[in-house]
């Protein structure tokens, strides 16, 4: 309803890391919903999360192993 996803998704390119670590957290906290894991790769979540497995930013890292690990339980989004 409020696209909050859809928003958080652009929020992933060319921002600061203490912003990608919130914004990737945030992600994964809502990719636990099956619903939110279809809007996200709607949204073109994917391959920006992918992206952000070369960076250092320890916590980013974690944050975007999380997000990744509730995408892959759905099949749809492995392909």
């Known amino acids: 309803e409020f696209r909050t ?4 998704v652009q929020l992933l390119n060319n921002q600061p890391e203490e912003v990608l670590v919130n914004v990737v957290g ?4 809502c990719a636990k919903v099956p619903d939110n894991r279809v809007t ?10 992918v ?21 892959a339980e759905d099949l ?4």
């Not at 996803?5 to 958080?8: C, H, N, R, S, Y």
């Open 51 to 71: 992206n952000l497995l070369t960076g250092t930013n320890q916590a980013l890292l974690v944050n975007t192993c999380q997000a990744l690990r509730q995408l």
């Open 40 to 49: 996200i790769r709607k949204a073109g979540g994917i391959s920006p999360l």
């Open 76 to 79: 749809e989004n492995m392909g």
């Open 26 to 29: 945030a992600l994964a906290e």
């Open 5 to 8: 996803i859809e928003a958080l």
